[in-house]
Every structure is written in C-alpha cells, then in structure tokens.
C-alpha cells in the first residue's frame, strides 16, 4: 500500500514547481499573524520614517526574512526593491572582503532621485567572521545617514556586542500551535490535501514552532501519500513512530538486557532511524512515567551523556548498549513492584 503511494507520489513530484513556502509567504506586514508585538513596533517605525538598524533573531522558520522582505516592500515598493536594497546570505558571503567591497559600495553611494535610505538585509549574520563583523560595525557607524542595516541571525550570542549595540534587537520566538494552525487548514484547503486530523497534530507537534518545516514537511508528504496522515508526516520527517518508541520503551522497562539490544538493533536496521532521534523521543516518553524521581533523575543523566556521545562521533552499537544499561534500575523496581 505504501509502496504504491509512494510511486504515484515520485510522479506527481514533477508535476509541483513551486515551492509552498514561498507560494504562501506572507507578502505585507498586515499579513503576518505571528509576533504582533514586534510588527506593531516597526509599523511605528515606519510610519515616523525613523526605522533603525534591525536585529532580528530566534529558531529558524519565524518569519524573521519574511518580516524585513515585507518592511522592503511597504518602504519601496516592488519597482525600487532591486537599487533600493541589497540582500545577502553571510553563511554564503561571510568575510571581510564581502564588506570591504560590495557592502561599503552601495552603503556608500546616495540614490540620485529619492531622498530615502537604503537597506541591507544580512541574513544567517551569525556565520560572519569575527573581522567582518568589525568592519562592518563601522560602515553601520559611518553610514547611517544613507544606509539601514538588518542583521538576521539564530544565535544572538555569535553577534558581536558592538553590533548588538548599534541594532535595536527583537527575538522571534517558535510560533504557537494556535497561530500555526489556522495558516496550515487555509494552506490544506487551497491545496486541496487530504489530511487527517492525527497527520495535522503530528505535523504542529514535530515542527516545534517552525512555520517553514511545516510547510516543508506537509508538501513531501502530499506529493508522497495520497491521505497524509500521522505514519506519513513521521516517515517524511525521518523520525521513528509513535508505536516504536513504545514498543522500545516497554521493552527497555520490562525486558531483559539480551532482548532489548537485539529489538532497538532490529527496529533501527529495519526501518533505518538514527539512534539520536530515538533516545529524544524515548526522553519525553520518560518525563511522563511514573517513576521515583531518583530513578527517573539517574535515566535522564545518562541519556543526555548518551546523546553527547553520539554528537562527538561515538559509535551507535555501543551506545545502543549503554541505552540498555541505562534502564537496568527501571528494570530492577519494576520487577520488585510486580514481586509486591
């Protein structure tokens, strides 16, 4: 069944040339439904015409690019974007050179016919090199008087505080499931998708906020499966079902060490998961059992020194053993709650 989906699926592939998350990016500040503190901020900005350097951060898929792509656009319209404003992407273009050269060119040449500033958007700001970004406090210094920069970034603390200083800041946070919602039944019922009320709630729960990967998410899986529904979005985002981690998780609390490694080893070779993903899942399942706190503390400690193993390269079948290992004073209370 699910192979036949999926063929049907590689056909209609071809068929979708655009991508939804620019068919359905929001194109005027009034259109975005998120963050309304900050768009009402630089609504007040704008109409003073007295808008500042921008320091936007946060998660990824925010509507941070989406928030300074529409203030372009209320500034100048669609005619000017093209001498008015310069865009780049500084994980693309992030040394000292790109803001020696190209930068200070068009911060430093005034627009003949307009009175107006102009901007630079620097997006993923946080990859520039330490001495690109002192440069480039210094053209925002000198320049202020013809050009407005926007810095957008996912990590503040890799800005420079002598930039931070310069921008006014404003975090973008992950959106909320009840703004996420509304957007995604207008998207589902534009596209014409059948999905299921699960598919939906997998979908909002496994983007954690993150409008663009449900966007993502949501188009692989339609052009994949003919109903998407929870099975869908969870193979299309690679992570393991909701009834493996079960399955593993009753094992780890009642089986014994033997059983255990040979199921996770049979589950991870089978349907090919990576063995990060299941020890995230495995910990939220965890928050919720009811355990002795000590125990549940002692469990939680090692999968965290589990999942640093595996960021540092550490070896899957060993740390699968240690997931293991970790559930033996689950298994021991267990067996002397059943004993009782």
């Known amino acids: 069944m699910v192979e036949s989906e999926v063929e049907e699926g590689v056909i209609l592939a071809g068929e979708a040339s655009e ?12 259109e975005i439904v998120s963050h309304q503190d900050i768009i009402n901020t630089i609504k007040r900005f704008l109409s003073q015409n007295r808008l500042p350097h921008l320091l936007f951060y946060g998660p990824p898929g925010t509507g941070k690019t989406t928030t300074i792509q529409a203030i372009a656009r209320q500034i100048y319209g669609t ?56 440069a480039l406090r210094r053209i925002m210094e000198k320049y202020t008087e013809n050009t407005r920069f926007c810095l957008i970034c996912n ?13 006014t800041r404003f975090r973008f946070g992950p959106l909320p499931n009840n703004l996420i919602m509304p ?15 699960d598919g939906k709630k997998a ?3 496994l983007a954690g906020g ?27 985002c690679g992570h393991p079902l909701r009834r493996d981690i079960q399955h593993i998780l009753e094992c780890l609390i009642s089986g014994t060490y033997v059983e255990c490694y040979k199921d996770i080893m049979e589950i991870k070779t089978k349907k090919g998961l990576a063995l990060q993903d299941i020890i995230t899942q495995i910990h939220l399942f ?31 079948k060993i740390n699968v053993s240690a997931l ?16 009782k």
């Open 203 to 205: 979908l909002v729960d």
């Open 286 to 316: 965890v928050l919720k059992i009811d355990f002795p706190l000590k125990i549940k503390i002692g469990v939680l400690e090692k999968l965290a020194d589990i999942e640093l193993h595996l960021a540092n390269g550490g070896t899957e």
């Open 19 to 30: 991508s939804w998350v620019e068919k359905y990016r929001p194109s005027t500040l009034d």
């Open 155 to 167: 990590y503040l603390s890799k800005i420079i505080p002598a930039i931070q200083s310069r921008c």
């Open 79 to 134: 005619k000017s974007l093209g001498s008015m404003v310069l865009e780049l992407n500084a994980s693309d273009d992030r040394g000292i050179g790109i803001v020696r050269n190209e930068i200070l060119s068009f911060a430093g040449t005034r627009t003949i016919f307009s009175s107006r500033f102009k901007l630079v958007i620097l997006d993923e700001a946080d990859a520039m090199t330490q001495d690109a970004q002192n």
């Open 324 to 339: 293991v290992a970790a559930f033996e004073p689950v298994r021991v209370y267990s067996r002397n709650q059943t004993k």
């Open 210 to 236: 993150d409008m663009r990967k449900v966007l993502n998410v949501l188009q692989s899986a339609s052009m994949a499966f003919k109903k998407v529904n929870e099975e869908a979005i969870y193979l299309c």
């Open 183 to 197: 957007r995604l039944e207008h998207l589902i019922q534009e596209e014409k998708i059948n999905v299921t009320e």
